[in-house]
């Protein structure tokens, strides 16, 4: 509770527990502003001890001690990281496209969250104050605001994790939400901004690495840690192969809703349009189906709330699909693997078409000429007579071109003329007693055309 401090100004003093409620007005997303992981802890820390009811923000006293025992940090040398961490925060510029009552159009306001940072005095607590006018996006928020549980924020490591966090946490209700890269560089904290709200830097410019180190880090870091379950998809400009804008499909996360003691958090529309919040009614066959899937698979109570949000939008159809898929083999945690098929949308295998069977393919043997050998005998008597009629292209091509010719024509003119057969030992092969007196053929080609001439 808060506390009247003797110059009469409220003071916040009791510290968060690790599944306290952060609470913001959805405007405050609309920010621009520069913050390491370490400096986010601590000004959601800070939130979280403000009571949502409360008139004036105060001061805020946070306990060096109880800050390290819950974001588990050393608490050696500690108090001067925390002290100069605050001091960073108040120095880092926040640019808001702020709008107040009677305006009909946002002004940019140029601020910082703290207004203030007191170091301490040795009792081991180091005080600070958010800006006076942030009270609309933090103070007695009643419509369009969004909520989540310190200690998942907590448990992020990495700075475009806990903003894109944040940002996933303000369009929880909606399921799905696009945004264009630029502005998502801008949401994510992936820029950096002078104090008059104008960026000076572009960090990750090129969307392959804005997609490697932060978007697809920060989901998996998400989907782990917290009780959000986040995919997304990619749409392209027309004609181009560059990337406009990302659409993110927001689930809850199914197995990491008992992960923080459960706390009760309102029942308030959280509205971006009127009625946005509240889903349509299931019918009391779906709500069977659930109740029945959920019993079957072993899902705690709020687990079986959570299907709800599925059966709405996916249909009764979607989660059977997914338990059918989980029945089809033997699981070891079947909890676990329903979980984990609705997390990462699990398909049902598709059978691989046989695959036919081929007779193995015999060498084909390269045709050879009728009677080739016949007419080398014939026209090269003392030759010696190669293995094959390739052998014999290779030596002398001109002699097995002027074989397949010949050879050729006496196909052609059907001729009974038959080339006597010498008789051999094998096939085609020269006499025994003509073997001791045959020489190369190519000489014998060689000693005949030197002849002719």
Same mark, same amino acid.
């Given at each position: *509770?808060?506390? $009247?401090?003797?110059?009469?100004?409220?003071?916040?003093?009791?510290?968060?527990?690790?599944?306290?409620?952060?609470? %913001?007005?959805?405007?405050?997303?609309?920010?621009?502003?520069?913050?390491?992981?370490?400096?986010?802890?601590?000004?959601?820390?800070?939130?979280?001890?403000?009571?949502?009811?409360?008139?004036?923000?105060?001061?805020?006293?946070?306990?060096?001690?109880? +800050?390290?025992?819950?974001?588990?940090?050393?608490?050696?040398?500690?108090?001067?990281?925390?002290? @100069?961490?605050?001091?960073?925060?108040?120095?880092?510029?926040?640019?808001?496209?702020?709008?107040?009552?009677? *305006?009909?159009?946002? *002004?940019?306001?140029?601020?910082?969250?703290?207004?203030?940072?007191?170091?301490?005095?040795?009792?081991?607590?180091?005080?600070?104050?958010?800006?006076?006018?942030?009270?609309?996006?933090?103070?007695?928020?009643?419509?369009?605001?969004?909520?989540?549980?310190?200690?998942?924020?907590?448990?992020?490591?990495?700075? +475009?994790?806990?903003?894109? +966090?944040? +940002?996933?946490?303000?369009?929880?209700?909606?399921?799905?939400?696009?945004?264009?890269?630029?502005?998502?560089?801008?949401?994510?904290?992936? $820029?950096?901004?002078?104090?008059?709200?104008?960026?000076?830097?572009?960090?990750?410019?090129?969307?392959?690495?804005?997609?490697?180190?932060?978007?697809?880090?920060?989901?998996?870091?998400?989907?782990?840690?917290?009780?959000?379950?986040?995919?997304?998809?990619? $749409?392209?400009?027309?004609?181009?192969?560059?990337?406009?804008?990302?659409?993110?499909?927001?689930?809850?996360?199914?197995?990491?809703?008992?992960?923080?003691?459960?706390?009760?958090?309102?029942? %308030?529309?959280?509205? @971006?349009?009127?009625?946005? %919040?509240?889903?349509?009614?299931?019918?009391?066959?779906?709500?069977? /189906?659930?109740?029945?899937?959920?019993?079957?698979?072993?899902? $705690?109570?709020?687990?079986?709330?959570?299907?709800?949000?599925?059966?709405?939008?996916?249909?009764?159809?979607?989660?059977?699909?997914?338990?059918?898929?989980?029945?089809?083999?033997?699981?070891?945690?079947?909890?676990?693997?329903?979980?984990?098929?609705?997390?990462?949308?699990?398909?049902?295998?598709?059978?691989?078409?046989?695959?036919?069977?081929?007779?193995?393919?015999?060498?084909?043997?390269?045709?050879?000429?009728?009677?080739?050998?016949?007419?080398?005998?014939?026209?090269?008597?003392?030759?010696?007579?190669?293995?094959?009629?390739? @052998?014999?292209?290779?030596?002398?091509?001109?002699?097995? /071109? @002027?074989?397949?010719?010949?050879?050729?024509?006496?196909?052609?003119?059907?001729?009974?003329?038959?080339?006597? %057969?010498?008789?051999?030992?094998?096939?085609?092969?020269?006499?025994?007693?003509?073997?001791?007196?045959?020489?190369?053929?190519?000489? *014998?080609?060689?000693?005949?055309?030197?002849?002719?001439?």
């Amino acid at each position: *509770m808060a506390q $009247t401090a003797p110059d009469g100004e409220l003071t916040f003093d009791v510290q968060p527990a690790y599944q306290a409620v952060v609470w %913001q007005h959805n405007g405050i997303t609309n920010t621009r502003y520069k913050l390491t992981a370490r400096q986010q802890k601590l000004l959601l820390y800070a939130i979280a001890m403000i009571e949502p009811n409360a008139a004036e923000f105060g001061k805020i006293r946070v306990s060096v001690e109880d +800050y390290a025992a819950l974001t588990g940090l050393e608490t050696d040398n500690l108090y001067r990281d925390l002290r @100069e961490t605050a001091i960073a925060i108040r120095a880092a510029p926040l640019v808001v496209d702020h709008v107040e009552p009677g *305006m009909k159009r946002p *002004m940019r306001r140029h601020s910082a969250w703290f207004e203030y940072v007191d170091e301490a005095d040795g009792s081991g607590f180091i005080t600070i104050k958010l800006t006076s006018w942030l009270k609309p996006y933090l103070l007695q928020v009643r419509r369009e605001f969004f909520q989540f549980q310190l200690g998942f924020a907590l448990d992020l490591r990495s700075e +475009y994790s806990i903003r894109l +966090y944040q +940002y996933l946490k303000r369009w929880e209700f909606a399921k799905r939400r696009s945004i264009t890269v630029d502005q998502l560089r801008l949401e994510i904290g992936a $820029t950096e901004i002078d104090r008059k709200g104008n960026i000076v830097r572009i960090n990750l410019e090129q969307y392959k690495h804005l997609k490697s180190r932060a978007i697809n880090p920060a989901i998996e870091e998400i989907n782990r840690e917290t009780d959000l379950s986040v995919s997304y998809a990619e $749409t392209k400009f027309p004609r181009s192969k560059a990337v406009e804008s990302v659409t993110f499909t927001i689930n809850k996360n199914l197995e990491n809703l008992e992960k923080l003691r459960p706390v009760t958090l309102p029942e %308030q529309a959280q509205l @971006e349009l009127p009625g946005a %919040q509240a889903d349509p009614a299931l019918d009391t066959a779906t709500l069977d /189906g659930l109740a029945a899937i959920a019993t079957e698979f072993g899902l $705690t109570r709020p687990q079986e709330l959570g299907l709800r949000a599925y059966a709405v939008r996916e249909g009764l159809q979607y989660l059977q699909d997914k338990a059918n898929i989980v029945r089809s083999q033997p699981r070891a945690n079947v909890a676990r693997a329903f979980l984990a098929a609705l997390r990462d949308d699990w398909k049902l295998p598709k059978p691989l078409p046989a695959k036919k069977t081929t007779k193995p393919r015999e060498a084909k043997k390269a045709e050879e000429p009728r009677g080739w050998r016949d007419w080398v005998l014939q026209h090269y008597p003392i030759a010696e007579i190669p293995n094959s009629f390739g @052998e014999l292209q290779k030596l002398v091509p001109a002699v097995a /071109g @002027e074989c397949e010719r010949d050879l050729k024509k006496l196909a052609a003119a059907n001729s009974e003329t038959e080339i006597p %057969q010498t008789p051999s030992k094998g096939e085609d092969q020269v006499p025994s007693q003509t073997v001791s007196k045959t020489r190369s053929l190519k000489a *014998m080609v060689e000693s005949a055309l030197n002849e002719s001439h």
